[in-house]
């Protein structure tokens, strides 16, 4: 089950404390500032490893709050198949599989499945092989939306574990109008109903999926990784691996604020799960 390649699809088998939306905020007034890191993240929802290495962010952000401000976390959701690929009930995951053929669903299933899922287990992520692959493109409108209003992460991680944990559908639409109303309330319900109603919703999510893989340069996730503004980066990474972990973005955070108290600028770098496939 490795990271999910545009061009080989393994997919799913292959401060000083947070807001109100999560995310660490800049020190208060006559403290001081610290550096602030920002994360821009191509995700999947079929995907896994997507799940793994938002989990992973998650835990390392909270170790690093009282050295770290964060800014919020810029999403391109990703479709890895078109839709329609799939029916609307989904396919089983163990079906998806053993359509690779006897030797690789063999592979997948006994070896490559049972790795992801244990480092899921490390971070604290129950994977359920019952879950059905369906295509994303509603539940992608809804992170558009959710990313408007200011509660993208939120709305990612809940419906990963949704999905990857309680096997839910991620495009039912009542359960997408419920995790937004809860998270920002009735105008983000009202943006939601707008954008999957609109006859450019295809058209948007197909631009959005073409952005992502310019961006790859291997699978998803892709992670970026920048300390001290979004464009002039400052962090990077010093070791192999990927975002599999907490240690992964430790390290690097490790780094930006080791960087910052010296006053030296380390470079950006693009941090994709394609490093580290177990």
Sequence with gaps: VGPRSAEHPHRPCSAHGPSSNGQVMAPACGKAAMPT????????FMCPWSFIGMRSLRLARERFSDRLAFAPVAFTPFEFDPPGTYPAEGTDWTDYCRGYGEAKAKFLLEDKLPRAFALGRDVGIDFKLERRIVDTMDVNTALVVAQEHGVAEEFVEQTLSGHFERLENPNEPSALRARLEALAGSPAVASLKAALAS?????????????????????????EVRCGGAEGADLCLAAPGGPTSAGYFEALFKRCASAAAGGAGVGAEACEASAADP
């Excluded at 890191?37 to 999947?44: G, I, K, R, T």
């Design 199 to 223: 006859p450019e919703k295809g058209a948007r999510n197909a631009a959005r999926t073409a952005a992502a893989r310019r961006k790859l340069t291997g699978g998803v996730p892709h992670f």
């Design 37 to 44: 890191v920002h994360v821009a993240v191509v995700l999947d």
